[in-house]
């Protein structure tokens, strides 16, 4: 697998789809089922680990997940870092240094801001700054990652949220940023303009009203992603189950 040819599924025929996965299993079973690329959600990693999502993992044990998950499969692996757990960028520089050489060939890096409880909007320059500082390191030691740069104007709800995603996708364009992920963007003319007038891939999150392939597909989007859903689907069955097994004690349901 190498960041190349990730690079190239952002720019076919039909939306690359990432299979959003939290463990070895998860992360197999999606290779399985053909996908070429999984992304691992921090949200779901985070939560099964015991943490609530926002940072509150160390990336230490963040990282040692996402090891197994490239170790496990043979397909490409894009790791959602949140904002980067560190503000210093020398030690990021170092964080991603270490995800490149376990084989990861892409990350999820956000301009949301999720040290309060409530996720607020950093200043651009910011995650910008971080950006810049990732693509000369790694280029200093002839390495290489796909930046797919998190906008969260639409999830904390900003003013002008699509005249700021715009302004704000040329920023991480000009910093070196491969993609850009704008998580809740709905409206086909905001899709459709965000498109035109960044001209990066763009990856949506699914939503109720945007979960049609083929409607994605219409729009010219690059890249769809459910983040912590299937996770969380997996998480309601389980918790429904074992709370039925110790109320009714039918071990039928096992067999």
């Known amino acids: 697998m190498s960041v190349q040819k990730f690079r190239e599924l952002h720019h076919a025929d039909k939306p690359l789809i990432i299979a ?14 053909g996908f070429l690329a999984v992304g691992t959600s921090s949200h779901a990693i985070a939560n099964m ?6 940072q509150n993992i ?9 090891n197994r998950i490239s ?4 397909i ?17 520089n170092n964080y991603i240094e270490q995800l490149v050489d376990i084989g990861v060939v892409g990350i999820n890096l956000e301009d949301g801001d ?15 700054n971080k950006i810049k500082s990732i693509k000369d390191y790694l280029k200093s030691k002839g390495k290489d990652i796909f930046i797919n740069a998190r906008i969260d ?19 991480y364009k000009e910093a070196g940023a491969d993609g ?42 690059h890249r769809v992603s459910s983040g912590n859903k299937v996770h969380h689907k997996v998480t309601e069955f389980t918790n429904d189950f074992f709370k039925d097994l110790a109320e009714t004690k039918d071990f039928s349901k096992l067999l």
């Open 58 to 66: 160390p990336f230490d044990e963040m990282l040692l997940v996402i």
């Open 49 to 54: 680990l015991g943490y609530e999502d926002g």
């Open 20 to 33: 959003n996965v939290w463990d070895a299993i998860s992360s197999k079973a999606a290779e399985d089922s």
């Open 153 to 171: 104007t639409y999830t904390t709800k900003a003013k002008n949220a699509l005249e700021e995603t715009i302004k704000r996708g040329k920023t």
């Open 114 to 128: 999720t040290n309060d409880e409530k996720r607020k909007l950093a200043n651009e320059n910011i995650l910008a």
């Open 76 to 92: 490409h692996v894009s790791a959602d870092i949140e904002s980067g757990f560190t503000e210093d960028l020398d030690l990021l």
């Open 180 to 221: 850009i992920f704008v998580p809740l963007i709905e409206e086909k003319d905001d899709i459709l303009r965000v498109i035109n007038e960044v001209n990066l891939p763009l990856n949506i999150f699914i939503t109720p009203k945007l979960n049609s392939y083929e409607t994605i597909s219409k729009l010219g989007i």
């Open 71 to 74: 170790k496990s499969i043979n």
